[in-house]
């Protein structure tokens, strides 16, 4: 699969393309998904359903709407004639006469339960003739006081009837028997108006919407309970449709025709009509769910899609069998881009056709040798510089030029480097460094900062200059405080000529430099130049007179001094500082546990030998600061 290196042939494209193979595929599917044409013969005959549908809806809703209308204008005049023959007969001597009309009304007219001419007193129903079913009352253990309580439920409803309003309600849950309640407007007796309320089974209107087809009709009163319906345990509890979506477009209509309509109800889709009945407040609705009209489109469509299947599934056979010769390469393209991915650049495929595929082969192997080469260079030249200054090089985004930044300086040294080194062999000594070195720079490194330079056994790092850092002082001062741990564990087992104890001295100041690239167009080096940076060199070369590990300036030390436990020192006065210079030894973190709590402690726990007459070790050199009593 992989050769060992890179084919450098001259590469020939094909008129084949991937793109006219893929067209000539993607094509032949298309062909055989345009010929299940079917399912657009499925869409029309839904829709041709649908208005077969509807008219069939419409149809049993008017048919409905004329019978129950009928059958209410019947119920409304014998419910007047027998109020008239109340009215006609007084108590006194007619009253024998009154009962045979009675019940020969009631053997005739066998659903009526109970009828009774009402006027109003002060807001409420008063009875003034009342007749009932005597049959009905002794098989339904009913007594007078049982209709007066039923009534009662209602009082609210009657009324509207003294406003020349047909009322019609279902009172089934008080009778516990299909019963409905009709109230109609009646005429002035004594000069007061009067109202008829009759109590009739509700067999006859439940008859009319018992069907057994697929669609649902039934009859709400103006309340929007259901009267009439094909289920009887709606109708036995007067089942409240008033929020159904179908009974608040009715009750909104401001027209008595029948009316068509699609709505959802608990997440389900209907098909209805409806026409209000007009002689009462209420309306005939029928409804049908879409999932049970359409059935017979949706099997159409179950066929169709199984037909699909079978055909697609052949066409995607097909196509495997031709794309396997394609997939292949492919797949051999992204296990090496993978190997890319983790750093790998060494595997190289070899083209084996003439396509987009090919010719992306041969570019993917162009592109792994170029950056096997950049990573080569980055990586030699982060060896020289920091990893963050090689990105910037290699894209070409340094130049020559500085700006003005805040940032931490640091330098550090070892002490006595230069009594170790007489003792060491000039390979040791760069073995001994380069082991220290990389120590140092892992803590710097691990906290954000930059490594400026290595001056001998000296590292001066800044943060805080190359990116910005939200505290670039506590951050100089954490790889400080990181060095003098290392250190501890750096020194187990040394102590001999040839591996001497190592200890360091550290100097960090906080300000303004001026932070770019030095030099010139052929030559740059990155790095910091300003007055906080001579300050930070002499605040590090004052550790060995002072027996400290760790100085840091007043400038440092009002960025931190609520993070890092510290010691102020004699006050000094530096080279090129007109102002004396306060300086600070950081004995470690406030929420360190283990932090000395004292000069003495640090001293004993870093190996720092301190006598007040120690000197700057007989050299003789330019005095670069004063310590001040």
Not at 218 to 225: A, F, I, Q, W
Not at 302 to 316: C, E, Q
Request: with cysteine.
């Amino acid at each position: 699969m992989n050769s060992p290196k890179q084919d450098d042939t001259q590469f020939k494209p094909s008129r084949l393309t991937i793109r006219l193979k893929l067209e000539i595929i993607i094509s032949f599917i298309l062909f055989l998904s345009f010929s299940l044409i079917i399912f657009l013969a499925s869409y029309f005959f839904k829709r041709d359903s649908e208005s077969r549908i509807q008219l069939n809806s419409m149809n049993i809703t008017n048919i409905l709407g004329v019978t129950v209308r009928s059958g209410i204008l019947t119920l409304s005049k014998n419910t007047k004639l027998i109020g008239s023959d109340l009215l006609a007969f007084s108590p006194e001597g007619e009253n024998k006469r009154l009962q045979e009309l009675q019940a020969l009304f009631f053997n005739r007219e066998s659903d009526f339960i109970s009828v009774g001419v009402y006027t109003r007193e002060n807001e409420y129903l008063s009875l003034l003739k009342s007749t009932h079913n005597s049959y009905f009352f002794d098989t339904h253990h009913l007594q007078e006081k049982d209709i007066f309580e039923i009534r009662e439920q209602y009082a609210d409803n009657f009324p509207r009837s003294f406003e020349n309003e047909t009322i019609l309600l279902n009172s089934s849950p008080g009778f516990k028997f299909p019963v409905m309640a009709i109230s109609l407007p009646f005429r002035d007796v004594d000069e007061k108006p009067t109202i008829i309320i009759a109590f009739v089974k509700l067999k006859p209107f439940l008859d009319i919407f018992r069907s057994g087809g697929t669609t649902i009709s039934y009859l709400v009163g103006g309340d929007g309970k259901v009267i009439a319906h094909p289920k009887d345990a709606d109708v036995l509890v007067a089942k409240d449709l008033a929020k159904s979506p179908i009974v608040r477009r009715m009750f909104a209509s401001k027209s008595d025709s029948i009316q068509v309509t699609r709505y959802e109800e608990q997440d389900m889709k209907y098909l209805g009509s409806f026409k209000k009945l007009g002689v009462v407040n209420g309306g005939i609705i029928s409804t049908v769910s879409e999932k049970i009209a359409f059935q017979a489109v949706y099997n159409i469509q179950r066929r169709n899609v199984y037909l699909m299947i079978v055909v697609l599934s052949l066409a995607v056979l097909f196509v495997f069998f031709y794309a396997k010769s394609m997939s292949k390469p492919i797949l051999q393209l992204v296990d090496v881009a993978h190997e890319v991915e983790r750093g790998n650049y060494h595997n190289y495929l070899t083209p084996h056709s003439g396509d987009e595929i090919g010719m992306l082969t041969h570019s993917f192997n162009t592109m792994s040798k170029g950056l096997d080469e950049r990573e080569k260079m980055k990586d030699a030249f982060g060896k020289f510089v920091n990893t963050e200054l090689a990105e910037l090089a290699m894209k070409g985004e340094i130049k020559l030029g500085g700006e003005r930044k805040y940032c931490a300086i640091f330098f550090s040294d070892i002490r006595s480097f230069t009594a170790i080194s007489e003792k060491l062999e000039p390979e040791e000594v760069v073995e001994f460094l380069n082991q220290y070195m990389t120590e140092m720079i892992r803590c710097i490194n691990q906290t954000g900062g930059v490594v400026d330079k290595f001056i001998g056994d000296a590292i001066m790092a800044t943060w805080g200059a190359l990116r910005p850092l939200p505290n670039e002082t506590e951050a100089a001062i954490n790889a400080s405080l990181m060095m003098r741990e290392v250190l501890l564990k750096f020194n187990i087992g040394r102590g001999s000529d040839k591996k001497p104890i190592i200890k360091i001295g550290c100097g960090i100041n906080s300000g303004y430099v001026v932070s770019g690239q030095i030099g010139s167009n052929e030559r740059l080096e990155y790095t910091v130049i300003g007055d906080a940076v001579n300050l930070a060199s002499r605040v590090e070369a004052l550790n060995k007179p002072f027996g400290t590990d760790i100085l840091i300036t007043e400038e440092s030390y009002q960025k931190v001094a609520s993070i890092f436990h510290v010691e102020k020192m004699q006050a000094i006065k530096v080279k090129g500082k007109a102002k004396p210079q306060e300086i600070y030894t950081v004995l470690g973190r406030q929420d360190d546990a283990n932090c000395p709590q004292n000069m003495r402690e640090l001293r004993a726990r870093v190996g720092i030998e301190y006598h007040d007459s120690a000197s700057s070790g007989g050299e003789e050199k330019e005095v670069k600061y004063e310590i001040l009593e």
